[in-house]
Structure formats: structure tokens, C-alpha cells
């Protein structure tokens, strides 16, 4: 599956963005979901993970309450909604793709592009 991310960009702390990942080459449905960040110099961390049927989600702590993750299989698209957003969010946030639930980030299947998320104090 192809996956393609974006909605990324500047922002000041305390306001909001919305990612996005369209997927396309495979059925959408068949893969939990996940969007992860990578800050520079840090390693890449679990942000928020969804189901196949939307139905279960889990997030990392650093986001839990001010993020929520979506997805709409008939549009092969989910989302991240990032409120309340704070400099210590800024990073490249990737959407990837499992066939797996609850993997660790190496045995995600499918990777998109990336889009920068940077937040201003």
C-alpha cells in the first residue's frame, strides 16, 4: 500500500493541526493504522495507532488528550488531529501501515513520506 501524508506546518503552542494519509494500491481496511514522529536527533516514537474498523484506538502518553486519530475506509484515509499543540511536538510525522495490532514500529508494513509538524513558543 502506498501512503501519503500530509497537512503539516507552522503553528504557534496552543493551536491546532490536522494530518492527514491517503492510502491507495491495497484494501485500506486490511491495515490498523498509525502515525508516528521523529524529532532531530531522537529516535522515532509511537503517537497514535487505529484500528482496521476504527473501533479501538491507543495513543502514546506524551499525547494522550490533546490528540485523536481517525480513519474513514471509504475515503482510505486517517486523520490525526493535534490540539493544544506544544513546541516539544515539533518532529516529521509519518502515517504507516500494519497488518499487525499493537506492533512495535518495526513491524509496520507500510511507510508514507513524512510531513513536518513545527511549533513555535
Known amino acids: 500500500v502506498q501512503l501519503q501524508a500530509s497537512g503539516g506546518g507552522l503553528v504557534q503552542a496552543g493551536g491546532s493541526l490536522r494530518l492527514s494519509c491517503a492510502a491507495s494500491g491495497r484494501t485500506f481496511s486490511n491495515y490498523a493504522m498509525g502515525w508516528f514522529r521523529q524529532a532531530p536527533g531522537k529516535e522515532r516514537e509511537f503517537v497514535a495507532a487505529?484500528?482496521?474498523?476504527?473501533?479501538?484506538?491507543y495513543y502514546g502518553d506524551s499525547v494522550k488528550g490533546r490528540f485523536t486519530i481517525s480513519r474513514d475506509n471509504a475515503k482510505n484515509t486517517v486523520t490525526l488531529q493535534m490540539n493544544s499543540l506544544k513546541p516539544e511536538d515539533t518532529a516529521v510525522y509519518y502515517c504507516?501501515?500494519?497488518?499487525?495490532?499493537?506492533?512495535?514500529?518495526?513491524?509496520?508494513?507500510?511507510w508514507g513520506q513524512g510531513t513536518q509538524v513545527t511549533v513555535s513558543s
Open positions: 504507516a501501515a500494519d497488518t499487525g495490532w499493537g506492533r512495535p514500529l518495526d513491524m509496520y508494513d507500510y
Open positions: 487505529i484500528s482496521w474498523s476504527g473501533g479501538t484506538t
